[in-house]
């Protein structure tokens, strides 16, 4: 059996709407709103850089 011709095609990028956890407090870092010994639990809300 052979697979559908839509599933080979890679040119498709979705742009995520979510980040992990480790992203987040990067992103939060860069921002300064994180800092070092601050919990990993119950961050603030980020969007994904564009």
Same mark, same amino acid.
């Given at each position: ?7 080979? +095609?890679?040119?498709?990028?979705? +742009? ?35």
């Amino acid at each position: 059996m052979s697979r559908h011709p839509s599933f080979g +095609k890679t040119g498709i990028v979705k +742009k995520r709407n979510v980040l992990k956890r480790f992203q987040r407090i990067d992103l939060l870092r860069k921002q300064g709103r994180f800092k070092e010994g601050d919990s990993v639990y119950g961050l603030p809300k980020t969007k994904p850089q564009a």
